[in-house]
């Protein structure tokens, strides 16, 4: 199945909403934030997520052209000099899973870090059960940096591991 990416916008806040909304309901025990946290974000959180010059929010499309999935990176927000980014909130329907959709939507961030005028390395992470997400990291040039106990949504205490890449 082709998909296609591009940027959301803010006019795109009600996909947005859908599509995260979703992957929070389907895969919670992968993210940092739950759908309890997020089901009830008025349309100006969702906009607000997308208005950003430091933020991007790519959704996936499938040859439809229904949201099928989606991708972000932001500027990190503890750091005033803007040189670090952080990659979240990645989410595929699961009929679109393990068709190499890694490629694009990995690169697709690490451009727009590199075009961005002061970031210079790209931070990421995940449970580390999360083998698809090790694998996706590894693959595209990211370094394991070190790694945290943590308690994720679902009450679970697992670590969660970190990666580098220096795009500048």
Known sequence: MDVTLRRLLPEDWRLLRD????ALAADPHVFG?????EKDNSEDIWRERLESLDVAIFGVFDTEGVIAGMTAIAV???DPAK????MWGSWLRPDLRGRGLSVPIYQMRIDWARA???????IVSHRASNAASMRANQKHGFVRTHE???VWHDGV????????????
């Open 33 to 37: 934030s739950s759908f309890a946290q």
């Open 116 to 122: 961005h005028p002061t970031i210079a390395r790209i």
């Open 76 to 78: 990190a927000k503890d």
């Open 157 to 168: 205490e697992e670590a969660h591991i970190f990666y580098e890449l220096y795009v500048k």
């Open 148 to 150: 945290e106990s943590h």
């Open 19 to 22: 599509i995260r909304l979703r």
């Open 83 to 86: 040189t670090l980014a952080k």
